[in-house]
């Protein structure tokens, strides 16, 4: 292999901005989770108006993708890097995972909490939906947050290399 000092340079710096790609959607899933969710989801259905002034959507699109394309390019200039090319695939499919059960669940239900069209008969049954759906983020956002900071000890072990 041809790991030069300019090569791991280079794969330093694409760790860099992809964590902190990483932890800028982290800091805009906390700031999500602590102030504008307990507001929508505090008295169900009255408090899911709140959510038809919120548009998030096109927000949360463009960070994604931002960060998609960091994450991407930071495993192609880390390529050469056995174990640290190894441990992002890794991260990618968790990161795929999590990607899909948002894209399969988290956004279908604030579509439909948003649009007031949900299939729920009582209003228990929407307190309780709601309920999950806050808890369920809780964790989504918890393992976000894990991921990213997996990316840390690869980004330590660029710098070694370097060091050698």
Same mark, same amino acid.
């Given at each position: 292999m041809?790991?030069?000092q300019?090569y791991l340079?280079?794969?330093?710096w694409?760790? !860099?901005?992809?964590? /902190?790609? =990483?932890f800028l /959607?982290?800091?805009?899933?906390? +700031?999500e989770?602590?102030?504008?969710? *307990?507001?929508?989801?505090?008295n *169900? *259905?009255?408090?899911?108006?709140? /959510?038809k ?10 960070t994604h993708?931002?960060?998609e394309?960091t +994450?991407?390019?930071a495993?192609a ?6 174990a640290?090319r190894?441990w992002?695939?890794? /991260?990618?499919?968790f990161? %795929?995972?999590?990607? !899909?059960w948002t894209l399969? =669940? +988290?956004a279908?239900?604030?579509i439909?909490f948003q ?6 008969r009582?209003?228990?049954e929407? !307190? ?15 393992l =976000? %947050?894990?991921?990213?900071l997996?990316? #840390? *000890?690869?980004?330590?072990k660029? %710098?070694? #290399?370097?060091?050698?």
């Amino acid at each position: 292999m041809d790991i030069n000092q300019q090569y791991l340079e280079r794969s330093e710096w694409a760790l !860099v901005i992809t964590i /902190l790609a =990483y932890f800028l /959607l982290n800091g805009a899933q906390i +700031f999500e989770t602590a102030v504008i969710v *307990p507001k929508w989801t505090s008295n *169900p *259905p009255f408090s899911l108006g709140l /959510l038809k002034g919120i548009n998030l959507k096109t927000f949360w699109i463009i960070t994604h993708s931002i960060h998609e394309i960091t +994450f991407i390019a930071a495993i192609a200039l880390c390529w050469k890097i056995d174990a640290v090319r190894n441990w992002l695939l890794l /991260l990618l499919i968790f990161h %795929i995972i999590i990607r !899909v059960w948002t894209l399969i =669940y +988290f956004a279908p239900n604030i579509i439909s909490f948003q649009s007031g069209a949900t299939e729920i008969r009582s209003g228990h049954e929407l !307190v309780e939906k709601v309920r999950l759906w806050k808890q369920l983020n809780l964790v989504r956002v918890a393992l =976000y %947050i894990t991921i990213s900071l997996g990316f #840390l *000890p690869l980004l330590f072990k660029v %710098i070694k #290399l370097k060091a050698l």
